[in-house]
């Protein structure tokens, strides 16, 4: 896995960046473990996308974790420390589906890439990403339980916990407390339907049910 350090600021990393960047690269190597059998069904070889490490300071346009399309997974070390902090020990599996949700539109990308058909975009392809982070947190466990390794990450309450660190984390990013959802969620789609997307894949063995853009 190639890891690119960039950060926003000139100064220097915060003192929790060593421990995200552990979480993150421990959620990488599972989704890339998971991945890679689902692409070996139809003879293809997955190989874990870029990791790109930021930090930028809270109300910077740049929050957030994202995929740059044919560049790699971008990793928010701050937005993952304030998870931390709102969650407590509850954050890393949240932690998890996020990070776990851009390395799907990765997915996307390689899929859309291989077969030279672009892709729904929108609403759609955002919950696709909800769906095959879902479905890779149930793999994940299940290879645990069996005894394979990996990371274990206990199904949050998405219900109760999903909501609040978004809207937290728009406000960290826009500097403003947002009173509608639909005010910052447009992007992706209210977190009652991300749940249900993510609940659908955490039911299933099978990616494909989350959509074409993630089916191998």
């Avoid at 997307?197 to 039911?203: D, E, K, P, S, Y």
Wanted: some cysteine.
């Amino acid at each position: 896995m190639l890891v690119v350090a960039m950060h926003a600021t000139a100064g220097p990393p915060q003192p929790n960046d060593d421990r995200g960047s552990i979480i993150a690269s421990t959620i990488i190597n599972s989704t890339t473990e998971e991945w890679s059998a689902v692409f070996a069904t139809t003879g293809r070889a997955y190989a874990a996308p870029r990791t790109i490490y930021l930090h930028p300071p809270r109300h910077h346009p740049a929050r957030g974790f994202s995929y740059f399309r044919g560049v790699g997974v971008a990793i928010d070390l701050g937005e993952l420390a304030d998870i931390e902090r709102f969650l407590g020990a509850d954050a890393d599996a949240i932690i998890a589906l996020i990070i776990a949700h851009e390395v799907a539109h990765y997915v996307q990308y390689l899929n859309e890439r291989r077969s030279g058909i672009a892709q729904q975009s929108g609403l759609v392809r955002e919950q696709e990403a909800d769906c095959a982070a879902g479905w890779w947190l149930g793999r994940a466990n299940t290879r645990r339980s069996l005894g394979g390794g990996g990371p274990l990450f206990a199904v949050p309450d998405l219900d109760r916990q999903l909501a609040r660190v978004l809207q937290a984390l728009d406000t960290l990013k826009t500097g403003r407390v947002a009173e509608d959802e639909a005010d910052y969620s447009a992007g992706h789609g209210l977190s009652a339907a991300r749940t249900i997307a993510m609940r659908r894949g955490l039911a299933s063995a099978d990616v494909s049910v989350c959509g074409g853009g993630v089916a191998p």
